[in-house]
């Protein structure tokens, strides 16, 4: 027992904190990447989340894959960000902050509306790719649940891999540090944002057709992913990868913990608490070394 | 012969600032061309406004007889116009090797070309090759502009836009840059070169314009001047 | 500034002012409600562009000054019988003043968009709070109460018509918008714009900012809270929905559109909005009708009119009334 609580249930709280944690760390990583590139707060990041998770119901309903129904969703959501940031987003370029945050608040209402149009308000349903659970402690596990937070690590591991050694990911770095000489270098820097945004929608639709499964798919599932989103990316430190990937993890954990006591939507209230924390002691960002 | 860069009547603003009142010159194909004269005087912007950073709001500049004016950067460089800024501007937290990957990694450049080209500035600047895998910003400023040359060298250019290229540098170094400008010259390329240092100038280019206030007023055959004359101090004296 | 445009202004003004006392008087029933819940909304548009257009900070929190208007009306009218109108305002008002004071404390020192996610988070904050908390506030279903009479209690008073609940909200929302205009124009009003222009030379030519911006903020919750009590007594319930993010996004929605710092144009932006709302919801079910195309009869308003919103930023980023912002400000 530690503090009147049964070690079995803390730890099982941690690797349910744990996966969240990997989820969320995918959901803010893309966000983290196009802000930290390109500067943009892209608010409708949790409705591309949403409908990564569609696009996974109904490529599974269709083909009984769901392997292909994560490709094919991760796919057609990276080419629908490309296209949104072609036409709604590149006007807006060298222009106040504000209005990337106005339009793509827009694009966020359009694509929900969309969604509750098309599909309809009752939640729909992915079903996991193989069922099956372990004995954690007392609990049947579900191994789902850890291969979730495998996959999400290996995507982030792939994305490091890919901004590190990549002919793209040099583009793409180069064009973070100085984007106007990075133009000079000939390195396509309008494509190099557009490219860069898809990833993010990418990494966001994986995410949803991963988190499907616990929790039923609907319009409004991206609301209360993209204000954690926000909150990681800002503890994390704006625009610092590995930032926000531990700052998802250390959020997660704290509001699985703090679950035990109080009710998940109230657990919110963490969160929220560790950002007010950050933004006044160190507002560049819990896991930035050195502040700038 | 048509030359390689036409700038005519180039007027460009920064915000409210007029800063070039009508800029005309030339560079031939496989010309150094020095652009000389006083601090603010819009050498830099010159260099900037035929590189597309900054948009003149009027004039024209054409580049192998096809005009340029208003192409966005990228475009320029895989024409081949290259640029290598005052301020040198390599990518510190990217190492050597990734700098230059920045200009090698084109279309339509085979492996064995790539690795002909590195070869190449690695025996330009051995330093260089020392360092490769280092980040960018932990060499000195005498090896940061060597890279800096030696990334735009990557995109094979066929102009290259030197600014003030031995600002700040050690007077060994500053010859080195007189040696690679010369064997830049012997290979074909065209330069067009800003400087505030006259003998280097004069000595590296076949041409000089001087500018003042904003505009090209003159222009020299380099081999007719020489540093002490008249018309250097009227451009650059105090 | 001449006196023939101060003219032009306030002939302009007047003759605007006197149509909306009039129109409830030739107005249908629903049309007259409409008009009045623009006004409101107008009024929680307006006090946002103190902050938005005249400050430069984008807040994304006045979904909860707005709520806490509300609650605090919902509070006076439930405790205190018989249902006191004055009392209900000054509730109303602290609440949304207290609140905007917490929210001023920590945000104010944050610029940009940590200003504008900072004030989301605490928005949903009090979401939050107000959603769980349901023995106080009723939690998901809200809070119904009676409508107070208007007049003073003890001396006179008499039930609230559509009309006379009108006017009485017209009356509000013009005096907010002359006080809120002289703000704009006071010698504080420009310490506000130069910290838009240049935050850091205002702080350098010595005025200490963040007490400016928290004062800012303060006056833009008490009128936002303001907007807030006027709604409930409209609607005679308080529900956590308002206190939810989107409204805020809306808000900011109607800053935009309307044309931001120009005070007049988040209430432009408010009508158009919602009349385009309006619009479109009757639109869809008869098109399905018309044209016999059932699946279009749902089709959500918010599409459209998102679109239009998405259009509106990138080519008339300005809004509306954003050509007669110098005119609006100066005359």
Redesign the interface.
Known sequence: MFAGIPWDIIMIQTVNGLVSGMILALVASGLTLIFGIMDV?NFAHGELFMLGAYMGVIVLTATGSFWLALVLAILIVALLGAVMQVV?LR??LG?D???T???T???S??L???A??QFGPVARKIQEPFTGQFTLFYLQYPWYRIVIALLSAGIIGGLYLFMKYGRYGIWIRATTQDRVMAQAMGIPVPWVHTGVFAIGAGMAAASGVLFGPLVGVNHAMG?DWV?KA??VV?VGG?GNLGGSILAAIFISLLEAYASIWV?P??A??VS?VV??LT??FR?TGLFVPTPK | MQPLVTVEGIHTFYGKSHILHGVSLQVGAGEVVGLLGRNGVGKSTTLKTIMGLVNPSQGTIMFEGKPITGLPSHKLARLGIGYVPEDRRIFKLLTVMENLRTGLDRTGVTEEKKKQLLDKAFAFFPRLAERRTQAGGTLSGGEQQMLAIARVMMLEPKIILLDEPTEGLMPRMVSQIREIIDVLHKEGVAILLVEQNVPLTLESSQRVYFMEKGAVRHQAAASTLTVNDPVIHQYLGV | MSKRRATYYWTGFVVIVALLVLAPLVLPEFWRRFLTEILIWGLLAMSSDLL?GYTGM?SFGHSAFFGLGMYGAAAALLMVKPANLWLAILYGLAGSAAVALFVAY??T??R???F???T???S??FY??I??WTEVTGGENGLSFPRPQLGIPGIYTTPFTSTTLHWFVLFFVVASYLILRRITQSPFGMVLQSIRENEARTRAIGYPVERYKMVAVMLSGVFAGLAGVLYAMQNRFAAPDFVY??IS?EV??FN?MGGIGTLLGPIVGAGFFLGLREGFSRLFPWMAQTFDIPQIE???Y??P???I??LM??FL?QGLLGFAKRWLNTS
């Open positions: 707060v709604t006007p807006l222009r902050p504000l209005n945050i106005l339009a608040f827009g694009i209402l359009v929900q509306n969309y509750l149009w609301l204000l926000f909150i800002v704006m009710s939507s109230q919110i209230i929220s950002l007010i933004l006044l507002p | 938005i984008v920590f945000s020192r944050l940009d968009i940590y504008a996610i900072t989301l988070i605490f949903q904050i939050v709070i959603f769980t993010f989107l996004g900011v929605i935009v749902q089709f959500p918010l599409i009119l998102g679109v919103f998405i930023v990138i980023p």
